[in-house]
């Protein structure tokens, strides 16, 4: 057993060092371009020759790095609670329809206006009523599962009404789209693009507290987890007290996606994708490996994907959201069709 | 001195509670059970095997009655140290995992471990005894996937056995099972009992091994429970009453059941 610890270990500290490495890279690379010597008298807070570059890296490219380990290290981990708790490799951080809710939010802030009119009219778009919007839009869905997990003992009942919250949020936000101005529409797409350049420090500042506090509560659910890979009845026979497991599990997902698509937008396939790249990494089942992993190679994925979607030395700036979808999903398949024994 | 009782049940019914009133599959069962028994339930399919046996490990409520682990109410034990005296093997698949078979046995130390499921020193020692009671020890790295049927069953016997309580509830473990791997289990089972003390109880189909392994034997027929030593059924002639006699009888004298010609 000891050799096999080893190799986990050797694994996770040779991750770290390629997340090190894709961070500093990742600041390094942007549309305008920054000699190397420069970029490391930035670091170091030496003089350099031109003040602005400073201001970039300072106040654009280290926010929005940092933004994006922690939308990557969120999403990986939320995806991987929900593929355990269902039991479902398909199942990812979105499934219970928090990223709808949080569509649903910010489609009624941003197009509720000619729909509706009246109030939404006279709220002021900005980061934060975006935010807050987006957060009160995957809380309304939140409450209407919880409510109705509480009504029901099947784990994968939950999963189904998930997704037909997620269709009506779908269906509102339709209805709502018709009635709006190209300018509106033009508004709500952009956001569902996803992005991580738009924080501040200080809103920097509450998404990591948020996002710290809500791993905190997963170190409560490692052992029963990994109880759960035995099925519902195995678990409960051990001992595991499953309804408690249900609800920190939910809950703690619900905050870290409702979170991140606060402050990022709806990001795709990180979430289911991540997990089953750890697994098919590290070979493991075993969530004390599992979850600190599935947080580093989120971050990395994540930090690489925004450094492609800046396409570097050029003015263009691709969607996130894109990029995630095309670069990422051709290395699973890849990694599924060379290792087609390993099961996820 | 009386022996105290691992497991006794009073005027149990069990069944399914429906708004519309209760479902009840068998009524009226009671019986008690002392330590290092190997108790087998037998009785024809749909007959409520599996439900009495998931209503004395707590995962369904009984109807009617009670359950007593150690002379506790089943009710006021929580799961925790339920989880410490009665381990389960189900007839469910587990889900698809990566785990192995080492970490599968070890799972079963769960309701010993700290918050974080660390191993201890003597969370190993129970795990190696395991695997090596049930034979598995060569297979320990192999993932569960890459396992036979035999060789899963014998796996999570083996889990059932690292959670070290004094009761050990099988549903069907014999199921799917080609004849030598049935015998095999059965051994696995009537060895545990006499090395360790604990007391099994395990529905099955293979009803002449029972006759000739069990200690105790539970008859469920449409409107009975008995339960009893082999001699004491058959003496009752309880036996001839567990399948409809067109196809099989029970002949006293090979004490075993034969086909009807």
């Known amino acids: ?344 | 001195m009386e022996m105290k009782n691992i497991l006794k049940a009073s005027k149990l019914s069990i069944g399914y509670a429906h708004k519309k009133g209760n479902y009840s599959i068998a009524n009226d069962i009671s019986f008690e059970l002392t330590k290092g028994k190997m108790v087998c339930l037998l009785g024809k399919n749909g007959i409520g095997k599996s439900t009495l046996l998931r209503t004395l490990s707590k995962m369904q409520p009984p109807l009617n009655g009670s359950v007593f682990v150690d002379e506790t109410n089943l009710n006021s034990i929580s799961e925790t140290l339920l989880a410490q005296k009665m381990s389960v093997v189900l007839t469910e698949r587990i889900p698809e995992s990566q785990l192995t078979v080492f970490e599968l046995v070890a799972l079963g130390r769960q309701p010993y471990t700290n918050w974080l499921g660390k191993l201890n020193d003597q969370d190993y020692k129970k795990i190696q005894y395991a695997l090596e009671q049930v034979g598995i020890s060569d297979i320990q790295s192999k993932k569960n996937y890459e396992l036979s049927d035999g060789q899963l069953q014998k796996v999570m016997i083996a889990r059932a056995l690292a959670q070290d309580t004094s009761l050990i509830i099988l549903d069907e473990p014999t199921a799917h099972l080609d004849i030598h791997h049935k015998i095999e289990v059965f051994n696995i089972l009537k060895a545990l009992v006499k090395n360790t003390k604990k007391t099994v109880i395990l529905s099955t189909h293979e009803v002449n091994l029972a006759l000739k392994m069990a200690d105790e034997l539970w008859l469920m027929t449409e409107n009975d429970f008995k339960s009893g030593t082999q001699e004491e059924l058959i003496a009752l002639k309880e036996l001839d009453k567990l399948f409809p006699q067109d196809l099989i009888l029970f002949n006293p004298k090979s004490k075993q059941f034969e086909i009807n010609n």
């Open chain 1, 1 to 344: 057993m000891k050799k096999i610890k080893s190799s986990y270990t050797k694994s996770t500290v040779g991750m770290l060092i390629l997340l090190v490495l894709v961070w500093f890279l990742n600041i390094n690379l942007g549309s305008i371009h920054i000699p190397f010597k420069q970029f490391v008298a930035i670091l170091l807070n030496s003089p350099v020759e031109n003040e602005s570059w400073r201001y970039i890296v300072l106040h654009f490219r280290i926010p929005k790095s940092i933004s994006a380990i922690l939308v990557g290290s969120g999403l990986g981990i939320s995806g991987l609670l929900m593929q355990t708790l269902f039991r479902n490799p398909l199942a990812g951080p979105f499934v219970l329809g928090i990223s709808s809710g949080a569509s649903l939010g910010v489609a009624t802030l941003l197009l509720g206006a000619s729909a509706i009119g009246g109030v939404f009219s006279s709220i002021a778009v900005s980061n934060w009523s975006i935010s807050i919007a987006s957060s009160l839009g995957s809380f309304m869905v939140l409450s209407a599962v919880l409510i109705a997990v509480k009504r029901i003992r099947n784990t994968m009942s939950i999963l189904i009404i998930g997704l037909m919250f997620g269709s009506i949020s779908a269906a509102i936000i339709n209805v709502l789209s018709y009635f709006s101005s190209a300018e509106e529409l033009q508004q709500f797409i952009f956001w569902s693009f996803g992005s991580l350049g738009n924080l501040s420090w200080e809103e920097l500042g509450v998404f990591a507290s948020i996002l710290f506090i809500s791993f905190l509560f997963l170190i409560l659910v490692i052992k029963p987890l990994n109880s759960l890979l035995l099925g519902e009845n195995y678990a409960r026979s051990l001992g595991i007290n499953l309804k408690q497991t249900r609800y920190i599990v939910l809950i703690v997902t619900s905050l870290i996606t409702g979170v991140i698509t606060a402050f990022s937008g709806p990001i795709a396939f990180i979430g289911l994708a991540v997990p089953h790249l750890t697994k098919l990494i590290f070979t493991t089942s075993n969530h004390r490996i599992l979850l600190p992993a599935v947080a580093i190679l989120g971050a990395i994925l994540m930090l690489i994907c925004d450094s492609i979607a800046q396409v570097p030395t050029s003015e263009y700036t691709l969607p996130i959201n894109a990029v995630t979808s095309l670069f990422g999903a051709p290395i699973v398949i890849w990694l599924l069709v060379r290792k087609h024994k390993t099961v996820l």
